[in-house]
């Protein structure tokens, strides 16, 4: 049994970072891709980024620059730092996991969902 549990959401000016974690317990890490995607009020789930169990990257492009995803398969974690906030980025944002998903993966086929933490970025 998988579950995900994210940590390091609050409340930063803009301009200001955070760095948000996801432990993940039950799975075999290493083959386990990683994302994290972000809901605000009113609006779909959208992907930020993802680490898949190769190592390779991806991200949504207006984030580039600004947020890092990175994970540490002994911790069994994956991190987002976030930098530059701004309003905008305020959400809710959910750690998701699935094993063995490749580039082009879809929100659909994240098995995993952890409960979400709470990001606001204040004016």
């Known amino acids: 049994q998988v579950q995900l549990v994210e940590s390091g959401g609050g409340l930063v000016q803009a301009g200001g970072s955070l760095r948000l974690s996801c432990t993940a317990s039950g799975p075999t890490f290493s083959s386990f891709t990683m994302a994290w995607f972000r809901q605000a009020p009113g609006k779909e789930r959208e992907f930020v980024a993802a680490i898949f169990y190769s190592g390779t990257i991806d991200s949504t492009d207006s984030m580039k620059g600004r947020f890092t995803i990175s994970r540490d398969n002994g911790k069994n974690r994956v991190y987002l730092q976030m930098n530059s906030l701004k309003p905008e980025d305020t959400a809710v944002y959910y750690c998701?996991?699935?094993?063995?998903?490749?580039?082009?993966?879809?929100?659909?086929?994240?098995?995993?969902w952890g409960q979400g933490t709470q990001v606001t970025v204040s004016s």
């Open positions: 998701a996991g699935a094993y063995w998903l490749r580039p082009g993966a879809r929100r659909n086929d994240y098995i995993y």
